[in-house]
């Protein structure tokens, strides 16, 4: 696992305030999957639904935060890892304000979204043409299809902000979908990066046994289910409207 390499003769607040933020990274990952999981368990709508959330969305902020600022500061830069860290910041943030502001409702805050959704476009773009175009095929120790993911979501949650501003906001099925999907992604990016992203840190039986990629494809199914099953509802309470309406 990269960490900061502090120099010996550095004062002990330094390597003390260097190992906080290491710890405070790790326990705030493990916090995040943690509450992220629950969240999938209780009802949704419930006190500890929304509590969970909570606390998903602060510990994911947090593990997110210093993965992207201290990943330049690495021995070796992991630009990878910025860029995942910001995705996974602004991810949670959006799906987090999407339930917590009226409906219908937007402002600065959204059109500041919408520039970093494609900030992360652009930077997944420029660090895979870098890859790709190096001798290695890799930047930073990544294969340029690493960064095509930036790209994919990235752009998904762009356009999904640019039609929050021109709609004026969202409601509805919408609004709890932006919600889920956002806030499940993240999920799936923090699962990554801990059980396919560090193996070493879990028995060699448990990294030959294909079991870590089990997280990840859980969390994609549970992203599948939940939508088609916000999708339907929304579609059957419009058909149900309809005949009342008639």
């Known amino acids: 696992m990269p960490v900061l390499q502090i120099d010996p003769n550095s004062a002990p607040l330094v390597h003390a305030a260097a190992a906080a ?15 992220g999981a629950a969240a ?5 709508g419930a006190a500890l639904h929304r509590l ?10 947090v593990m997110a935060g210093i993965g992207a600022c201290v990943a330049p500061f690495l021995p070796t830069p992991e630009r ?20 917590k502001r009226k409906p219908g409702q937007i402002g600065r805050f959204d059109y500041a979204m919408l520039l ?13 043409w870098l890859a790709s175009n190096s001798p290695s095929g890799e930047l930073d120790g990544q294969p340029g299809a690493a960064f095509v993911m930036f790209v994919i979501i990235g752009s998904l949650a762009a356009v999904g902000d640019l039609r929050l501003i021109m709609n004026r906001g969202v409601s ?21 990066a801990l059980f396919l992203g560090q193996p070493q840190v879990f ?11 089990l997280p990840a494809l859980l969390i994609l199914a549970l992203l599948v289910y ?13 058909r149900v409207g309809k005949r009342q309406a008639a």
């Open 172 to 192: 509805g099925a919408t609004r709890v979908a932006r919600h889920l999907w956002r806030m499940t992604v993240a999920l799936f990016i923090a699962a990554n």
């Open 203 to 213: 028995p060699k039986a448990v990294q030959t046994s294909g079991v870590l990629n």
């Open 116 to 128: 970093t959704s494609v900030g992360i476009v652009i930077a997944g773009a420029c660090f895979f």
């Open 21 to 35: 933020l290491l710890y405070t990274h790790i326990g705030a990952g493990g916090v995040g999957l943690l509450a």
């Open 52 to 61: 969970a959330g909570k606390v998903f969305a602060v510990a994911m902020m």
């Open 226 to 238: 939940w939508l088609c099953h916000v999708g339907y509802g929304a579609h059957r309470r419009k």
């Open 80 to 99: 990878a890892s910025v860029v995942a860290g910001v995705l996974t910041f602004y991810l949670v943030l959006t799906s987090w304000t999407a339930v």
């Open 40 to 44: 999938f368990v209780f009802r949704k």
